[in-house]
Nanobody, 123 residues
Framework: QVHLIESGGGLVQAGGSLRLSCAAS????????MGWFRQAPGKEREFVAR????????YYGDFVKGRFTISRDNAKDMVYLQMNSLKPEDTAVYYC????????????????WGQGTQVTVSS
């Protein structure tokens, strides 16, 4: 079992930045990939970014366009999402997720989820 807890969400003006954190605990050695997803009201959960735990390789959703950076700290079992140049359309609940599978850009591929942290971007 892996437990994930997100933090760092909040209210920010358009053009601002936020850094989300995800603390992992439990059987973290089982995690191959960590991902960030987001879900806005009335919309499906959307892939944001993912990172491979062992070597730090990353992959991003198309909408990110260089604005977000995912990173990890193996020693602390932490994953981060640095979000810059935020837009109102980035408003959503952001979730951290973990998987040891190979389906890493769809929510169905992830076995463990955090409770989510709200990000609100005002115009």
């Amino acid at each position: 079992q892996v437990h994930l807890i997100e933090s760092g969400g909040g209210l920010v003006q358009a053009g601002g930045s936020l850094r989300l954190s995800c603390a992992a605990s439990g059987h973290t050695f089982r995690m191959g990939y960590m991902g960030w997803f987001r879900q806005a009201p009335g919309k499906e959960r959307e892939f944001v970014a993912r990172i491979r735990w062992i070597d730090g390789t990353t992959y991003y959703g198309d909408f990110v366009k260089g604005r977000f950076t995912i990173s990890r700290d193996n020693a602390k079992d932490m994953v981060y999402l640095q979000m810059n140049s935020l837009k109102p359309e980035d408003t959503a609940v952001y979730y951290c997720a973990a998987t040891n599978g190979l389906t890493t850009i769809h929510p169905v591929g992830y076995d463990y989820w955090g409770q989510g942290t709200q990000v609100t971007v005002s115009s």
